[in-house]
């Protein structure tokens, strides 16, 4: 049974910076894509960024050049780097993993397993 749990989520004014960790569990990580998604209040759930199997990287053009998405396959953890936050990024942070090993392309909803979701909350 797969599980993620994520942390490294708060309240932090704009302009600062936070690292949002996701832990997997119940299968061999490395086989799979990773990704982190968002969704703010009175919104659908968003991809923030994603990276594949093999390292291709994914990002919303809302976080080019402030987000960095990495993992560590010793670790089983996907990490995201969120610099130079605003208040628009502030929602729930959700960790997804695809249920498909191997794949080309980044994570998307329709495929994945889903953490609980982490609240980052930037302060204007």
């Known amino acids: 049974q797969v599980q993620l749990v994520e942390s490294g989520g708060g309240l932090v004014q704009a302009g600062g910076s936070l690292r949002l960790s996701c832990l997997a569990s119940?299968?061999?990580?490395?086989?799979?894509?990773m990704g982190w998604f968002r969704q703010a209040p009175g919104k659908e759930r968003e991809l923030a960024a994603a990276?594949?199997?093999?390292?291709?990287?994914d990002y919303a053009d809302s976080v080019k050049g402030r987000f960095t998405i990495s993992r560590d396959n010793a670790k089983n953890t996907v990490y995201l780097q969120m610099n130079s936050l605003k208040p628009e990024d502030t929602a729930v942070y959700y960790c997804?993993?695809?249920?498909?090993?191997?794949?080309?392309?980044?994570?998307?909803?329709?495929?994945?397993?889903w953490g609980r979701g982490t609240q980052v909350t930037v302060s204007s």
């Open positions: 997804a993993a695809d249920k498909t090993p191997y794949r080309l392309a980044t994570v998307v909803p329709s495929n994945s397993y």
């Open positions: 119940g299968r061999t990580f490395s086989k799979y894509g």
């Open positions: 990276i594949t199997w093999s390292g291709t990287i």
